[in-house]
DNA sequence: CCTACCGATCGGTAGG
DNA sequence: CCTACCGATCGGTAGG
């Protein structure tokens, strides 16, 4: 009844991981590292993964399908408009990187360390992603409700602005994720020009 | 008088070096692996520097010198208004990032690998760079020619889509880099919505 | 620029 | 979950 929810070692596992992996990077890491801190051998590790590529995986993925899952119950929503599509994005990347920091990290700066046939999965699914974002933006231009020569670097900073933020974002800070996105909707839907 | 300017094999070496850790990273890359692509023997490469850190130095700082040259001579030149100065921070650091696509990915994925003392140098050049925008940012609010509520955000964002521009950089396109200085100060300046 | 080689560390397995 | 250990590879040195 006081059940206090208890990781499991594979979540647990995982968790460490990613702190390590943003830190010092995947190959920067070492299996008895992460060991080091769970406090057991190295070799205790594969009772529970069956690599550390298996780790990786895990963690990019982990965010990939949070990110899937904006653009699909946005489909599923079927709400039409071009600017309230983006700030719905936004809003949700934001919380996803905000609630994930470390794992968000590790999707920007690792998912090149994943080993072939897990690589091409997260690359389409990347893909997946930024093509919602660029075809959003693309509804937008033949509305008339946005302007820009270049959707492609639009979608791209865009992306790159969201994906940064766990270079700075304080998880015990004053800001939370939705002022985080607002101000980012107000910079690049209005611009930093008065 | 026909000479063909040869790159001695020190400066070999660097761009050897900048390729392979940007693709595999610093610490996925080895000594071998950059002496094979010479094509000579791993200790071979000891006779032009010191160490593995010692190449991650060059190539950051090299990156880094640059960008601190860009602030030197827009405070040398006496410009003041914030806006143009912003103009010719997009302008000068689009075109460091394009003409060195391989060390500015480097210096922005690969810098945490240096050593203690080289870090902290790092850092403080980076922070000087960052502040000198912020700087400007507030100067414009001031003025009343800009308006944000978070000018550390606008900073980050502006500074993570000018240093995310080598992920689809491609030198032999049609895009040059004044065409992506100016597509960003359009997003940037006036954002996305007409 | 090479060969020969160092100690350290890597991911991972065997076997319990 | 451990101990014991594997072959491979690491950055780097000695000596020429």
Redesign the interface.
Known sequence: MDLIEIPDRKDQLREVAQTLFKE?????SSMRDIAQIMGIEAPSIYNHVNSKHDLLKRICFEIADKFILIINNIKKSGSSHP?ITLQTIILEHVEVVTENHDASAVFT?EW??LEASDLDNFIKLRNKYERFIEKT?KD?LEQ???????T???T??LL??L??IY??YNPNGR?KAE??SH??M?????????
Chains 1, 2 share one sequence.
Do not use: C, E, P, Q
Request: net charge positive; glycine share 14%; charged share 15%.
């Open positions: 010092k990077g995947y190959a920067g600017a700066n090149r360390f933006i937008g008339g409700i946005f302007k820009t020569n270049n492609k670097l639009v791209l900073s790159t602005s994906n940064g270079h700075w800001l002022d985080i101000n980012i107000n910079l690049f839907f209005l611009g930093l020009k008065r």
